[in-house]
């Protein structure tokens, strides 16, 4: 593997045309990448999921560059109907098309950069997503503006790519009283690909950032994706995850409430079946008086798969009247499946309240009786519980329309 | 003395040494060492050999790195694995023939070796360093059967029983503290209830490390053959010190089909002093197996002092129905450090656990709780529930909660659930109102939030720990 990286990351070098500077930092976030390697369940943030194993099991031959520069054909039948929104579409990785036409055009700032800056992380996929990303978008949103309709990001890949790596970045700065909703949709027509996206937000004061991480169509891919979310004073930052369609995702969520009245909340749902594997990991820092947070993340889990949540909720001595909350539930529906949670609380500041919880078990044998006694079947009564179980989520999004348009794909999925 | 001394020991009223003539091996950790130890204690050539794969195992083991509080680096050559009393180079048959000095010992500790001065009925193995020096109630014990040694003599007395079953639980090959303990372990309390025998008393083990730059190393071994039932209770006390001791303690509870063990511990070694200067570490590894059908493991532990504890009492639940239950109350103060809970291994089918945790956290202290629920795919229909507590006092300490639930069975059902708090200032003043000071006040609230703990003890021992629980956070309020 080391080899072909090393090829690899030259051509990307090659095909940038960087600077020296950015050769210079690529080059120190590749060496660390090869020092560290893939992470596997010794790392105690991948104990749940091996990533190294899992990668090495699924994708033969991984790849770090794709020969094709230019980014392909898409159909546009994908596209959200009767919903009116912004694009920018990426196909297998490359930026295709940007669309801001819905909004005043000097409010948002979009610039396509590969320039790579130095992120303060020990995280070995951090390093690999440093080291190769294509492209590098930081997409400014101007003080007191709010976005009219919601920004999608679509990420399609076609069948021409194959065992190959995905790297992506894209900085989101919210000035101050700006808002921006955010719907990230996959469409995978390939198999067995690593996506690694990165995506840093910096939240101004004042504003508010709504993101709805959507992947609901089966396919063999794998993908990291890290969210790093700053919350400035009394901003707010709601993620909704949908996590069901790829063969292997893990979300990692970093939040820091650097002021006071900022907070975060995470929702997030895993709906799988099939050998799938999914994981959840959440690391909230409070670090200012009067934050709050809320996660609540719920699982079903079918044949043979394997959910994993790993939340953490860390309150610094300076965080007085913290409020943070944690739930997890999940569902093991048959035998096989596994469920494992590490839900954690780190606390340093006396006048808090922090609380989690986590089940995982069968659908109440009860329950069930009472709704087949109601007349149902077995498999009518399943549905609805699983249904009801998962909506109290969705219910979370505070977007009507966009809660709609959730509810549809989950009704298609 | 002056003023400032004995408040220190008003503090910690066991922090006296005794002055005594010790026999001590040399220091440093090698073969030598290992093998003067299994030559003092009279052991077997077995053993030796136990003693020496134990400490080939260790050259090749790290310590462990991955807990919350961190330690500076224990150089363990420069420890004494063995240091006992000179008077009982050979134990000493009867309490006659006891050092007065020690018996002086226990009696200042409230432990009373003379059996017509106790009041209750509870057997004692009493053990100073590296030796057990006494153990009380032998003959009516004797008269069921029942065993109650230290372990050196069930070493010599019950070698089957003790090949059979010592390591059993606890590999050899386990972690490093666990092995260094299996290398150089010096004297612990063995047990061993027969088929069918209900213990008609508690019995218990008291510690008590005297000698300094010492390492205690004590090894118990409990096993309740089927449909047996016994209750064992554990204290420990050591003078207080500048310099931290190290006490890596084994313990390895074995229940068959029907049998219940019900452990209990007060931990009370020297917490170091308000500036976090000297203390006990309290490294010690325990866990049970319910190896037969409907057995019962059920572990309680109020731990207040030491200055580092770092423990986790395990239940492994092999036999179909077995039942494993955690209580334990975890209070640091001042610079103390706690990494305590527990882990519930279900392998059976139908098997319970429970686990109600409760840490209070004052002063400087850090207190985590850790703790693992292992839900194996076999483990049909089986049931976890685990509720973890904390109590914070002051901003400046810390209370942190890690665990970790696996669970690979469709059928079987866990909940987890954990809250951190401070006390609220209605609950004080309500007290306050009702005419109680506020150290008074706190001490009352304390011990409603550990209650369900408490309530799992024996009734001697509850007395003792709701007392200690009000001792240990004297000074963190206000």
């Known amino acids: 593997m080391e080899e072909q990286l090393k090829i690899d990351f030259d051509k990307v ?54 020969n094709e520069t230019k980014p392909g054909e898409f159909d546009q039948s994908i596209f959200v109907n009767n919903f009116t929104h912004n694009k920018i579409i990426f196909v297998n990785g490359l930026i295709s098309m940007l669309d801001f036409n819905c909004e005043e055009k000097n409010k948002i700032e979009v610039i396509d950069t590969h320039e790579t800056e130095d992120l303060n992380s020990k995280n070995p996929l951090i390093f690999l997503n440093n080291a190769l990303k294509f492209n590098y978008i930081k997409l400014t949103i101007k003080e007191n503006y709010s976005l ?38 996959f469409d995978d027509n390939s198999n067995n690909n690593f996506y690694n996206i990165n995506y840093q937000f910096k939240i101004g004061k004042d504003a508010i950032l709504k993101n709805y991480k959507i992947d609901s169509q089966l396919n063999s891919n794998i993908k990291y994706f890290f969210n790093n979310i700053d919350l400035e004073h009394n901003s707010l930052a709601e993620t909704f995850i949908f996590s069901t369609g790829s063969k292997f995702i893990k979300n990692e969520i970093n939040c820091n409430l650097n002021d006071q009245y900022s907070s975060a909340f995470i929702n997030g749902i895993i709906n799988l079946k099939n050998d799938q594997h999914h994981e959840i990991k959440t690391n909230i820092n409070h670090l200012a008086k009067n934050t709050k947070s809320y996660q609540l993340v719920k699982s079903v889990l079918n044949n043979n798969s394997k959910g994993v949540y790993q939340g953490k909720i860390f309150v610094n001595s300076k965080a007085q009247k913290t409020d943070g909350y944690q739930l997890s539930k999940a569902l093991l529906l048959d035998e096989n499946t596994e469920f494992d949670a590490k839900p954690e609380l780190e606390i340093y500041a006396d ?27 077995y498999q009518q009564s399943k549905k609805l519980l699983i249904n009801g179980f998962l909506l109290d989520v969705v219910e979370k999004i505070t977007d009507l329309e966009i809660k709609d348009l959730i509810k549809n794909i989950m009704e298609n999925s | 003395m002056r003023k400032k001394e004995l408040e220190k020991i008003k503090k910690y009223k066991y922090g006296f040494s005794t002055d005594i003539e010790n026999i001590r091996a040399p220091k440093g950790l090698n073969k030598e060492v290992i093998k003067f130890i299994s030559n003092i204690k009279k052991e077997p050539q077995w053993m030796l050999d136990w003693r020496l794969k134990a400490y080939e195992r260790l050259q090749q083991l790290k310590e462990p790195d991955w807990q919350k509080p961190k330690f500076p680096k224990i150089n363990y050559q420069d420890l004494y694995y063995y240091s006992a009393p000179k008077s009982v180079k050979d134990k000493p048959k009867s309490l006659d023939d006891l050092d007065p000095k020690l018996l002086e010992t226990y009696n200042k500790l409230g432990i009373a070796l003379v059996e017509q ?18 153990t009380t109630f032998k003959d009516k014990l004797t008269e069921q059967g029942i065993i109650f040694c230290s372990i050196s003599e069930a070493i010599q007395k019950h070698p089957e029983l003790v090949k059979k079953y010592l390591g059993s639980v606890i590999p050899l090959t386990d972690h490093y503290f666990a092995t260094l303990n299996s290398a150089v372990f010096t004297d612990g309390s063995f047990v061993y209830i027969p088929k069918g025998i209900r213990c008609p008393m508690e019995l218990s083990t008291y510690f008590r490390i005297n000698a300094s730059e010492t390492g205690q190393f004590e090894r118990t071994l409990i096993i309740a053959d089927k449909g047996s039932y016994v209750s064992y209770l554990e204290g420990c006390t050591a003078p207080m010190r500048d310099e931290n001791q190290l006490h890596a303690a084994n313990v390895e509870l074995i229940a068959l089909d029907d049998a219940e063990i019900k452990y209990s511990t007060v931990q009370n070694w020297y917490p170091g002093d308000k500036d976090g200067k000297g203390g006990i570490y309290n490294f010690v590894t325990k866990r049970g197996l319910c190896k037969g059908k409907n057995s019962k493991i059920s572990w309680t532990q109020v731990e207040t002092g030491s200055a580092i504890t770092w423990k986790y009492p395990s239940c492994i639940l092999k036999g179909d129905n077995s039942v494993g239950e955690f ?45 693992l629920v292992d839900i194996s795919s076999k483990a049909d229909s089986s049931t976890n529930f685990t509720q973890c507590d904390s109590l914070l006092m002051g901003n400046k300490c810390g209370a942190h909660t890690v665990p970790y639930i696996k669970n690979k069975n469709s059928s079987s059902n866990v909940a987890h659930e954990a809250t951190t708090s401070k006390i609220s200032d209605e609950q004080l003043y309500y007290c306050s109102q009702r005419g109680l000071n506020q150290e008074e006040a706190v001490g009352l609230i304390v011990n409603g939030f550990c209650k369900q703990v408490l309530q799992q003890l024996p009734m001697e021992f509850a007395v003792e720990a709701q007392k200690l629980v009000g001792i240990s956070l004297e000074g963190s309020v206000g």
């Open chain 2, 117 to 134: 001065k106790r009041l209750n009925n509870i057997a004692v193995d009493a053990v100073f360093d590296s030796v057990s020096v006494a």
């Open chain 1, 148 to 185: 009219n309709k919601p920004l999608i990001i679509y990420n399609i890949t076609n069948n021409k790519l194959n065992s190959n790596t995905i790297s992506q970045r894209i900085d989101f700065i919210l000035k101050k009283n700006s808002s921006l909703k955010l719907i990230n949709l």
């Open chain 1, 13 to 66: 070098i090659q095909n940038l045309k960087s600077s020296k500077k950015d050769i210079e930092v690529r080059q120190k976030n590749l060496n660390e990448f090869i020092k560290n390697g893939f992470p596997n369940k010794r790392t105690e943030d991948w104990k749940f999921s091996d990533f190294n194993q899992i990668i090495t099991s699924n994708i033969k031959g991984l790849k770090f560059f794709n």
């Open chain 2, 327 to 371: 209580y334990s109350i975890a209070i640091t103060n001042n610079y103390q450090k706690a990494d305590t809970g527990t882990k519930m291994i279900h392998l059976g089918k139908n098997t319970k656990s429970k686990i109600i945790s409760k840490g209070i956290s004052a002063g400087f202290a850090d207190n985590t709780y850790r703790g």
């Open chain 1, 351 to 377: 006048d808090v309240k922090c609380s989690h919880g986590s089940t995982s078990g069968n659908l109440d044998e009860d329950v069930l009786f009472y709704a087949m006694s109601r007349g149902l079947n």
